[in-house]
């Protein structure tokens, strides 16, 4: 790496594209097709060079995306974006652009078609065909798995992997719990406009995330059909506490089929 070069102040254009970048992609956060070509433009253009040493440092800064995930995410966005014309319209989610990049560049275009003829899950589909590819090829691999033990389906790992995000945001959370009641207590006049039901929100707000916590692969759709699953809204994981206090008799299955 050239150090020089690293230490080298922001140009006016520079400071402007991070300023913009900044917004925008905590605004997009969501859309990798859309943050994937910024995320890629800051880290090759060393944009975040001011304010931290390395790209990985600056992307749990600001949007606490760690290491993985910010290499799914550009990683994802290349693969679909290498397709010829049209198909990447058919890579419906990030799912199963991830999945997609594990496919040899050269046969990523037939697995699309393949893939979207079939149907339900196209991550799905495309982890066959790179299954199959990888037999073929003779190359072993491991099976992921959530906190249970249970198979993570394919292109759905990243998502699991994000539950140190909600840990992060929850620690956050419990520190402005805490920080407010200490002035709510002792009267605070700077709190004076600031209504007691408030702390009911913010001990709302903590445990609506918590439930949101990935951990357990969705007892309804096993992960495999999430994105018309209500359960898991489409993420194809469910928190520990709904899996738990599920009252459908899958809990039970779940637990059946972990040999529990
Ligand atoms: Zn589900």
Known sequence: MNIKSLQEPLTKTEKSDLERYKVAITKLAHSYMECYPMLLDLRDRRLYREECSTFEEFCQKHWGFTRRWVNEVIGAGVAVQGLPENLGTKVPNLAAARVLKKIKPEKRADAVKKAAKNGDSVAQALEDIRKQQEEEAG??????????????????????????????????????????????????????????????????????????????????????????????????????????????????????????
Not at 141 to 166: K, M, N, Q, V
């Open 139 to 260: 190359i072993v691999t491991h099976e992921a798995t959530d906190c249970e033990g249970y198979p993570i389906p394919a292109g759905l790992e990243e998502f699991y992997d994000r539950r140190s995000e909600t840990d992060a945001i929850l620690r956050q959370l419990t520190q402005v719990r805490v920080w407010f009641k200490k002035l709510w207590d002792a009267n605070d006049p700077l709190v004076r406009y600031v209504p007691q039901h408030v702390r009911q929100h913010l001990d709302d707000a903590w445990t609506c995330i918590k439930e949101s916590r990935p951990d357990v692969v969705c007892l309804h759709c096993d992960g495999k059909n999430s994105e018309k699953c209500g359960a898991c809204k489409g993420t194809g994981f469910i928190s520990r506490w709904r899996a738990d206090n599920d009252t459908t008799g899958k809990r039970a299955a779940r637990n059946k089929k972990l040999k529990k």
